[in-house]
């Protein structure tokens, strides 16, 4: 899977989907809170295995599509961040 430059945060594209509807209804729907998906819109918390398929069922999409996006997003977070070298575990076959 190749990296998307800089992604947007799944909830970014998840109020473009929502359209009009506002978050009440929305959070109605899925069967959540609406501090949860406000979190979510608002790109404070990401999107776990079982909200994705929440969204899938409620916007038509594949299963992962959503699970994938917050993966690629954290990759890519993760992969600009500062770390320690790591070196590799020596480890006899």
């Given amino acids: 899977m190749t ?3 800089n992604p947007p945060h799944p909830g970014k594209v ?10 009440t209804s929305a ?8 501090t949860t998906l406000s979190r979510i819109l608002n790109c404070s918390a990401g999107i776990s295995a ?11 999409t594949h299963d ?6 917050q993966m690629g997003y954290d990759m890519w977070q993760a992969s600009h961040k ?3 070298k790591i ?4 480890i006899a076959a």
């Fill in 3 to 5: 990296r998307m430059y």
């Fill in 14 to 23: 998840l109020r473009d989907a929502l359209g009009d509807m506002d978050v």
């Fill in 27 to 34: 959070a109605k729907l899925l069967h959540i809170s609406r």
């Fill in 50 to 60: 079982d909200m994705s398929l929440r969204l899938s069922d409620a916007l038509g």
């Fill in 64 to 69: 992962s599509l959503w699970y994938e996006m």
């Fill in 82 to 84: 500062k770390r320690p």
């Fill in 87 to 90: 070196e590799r575990f020596n």
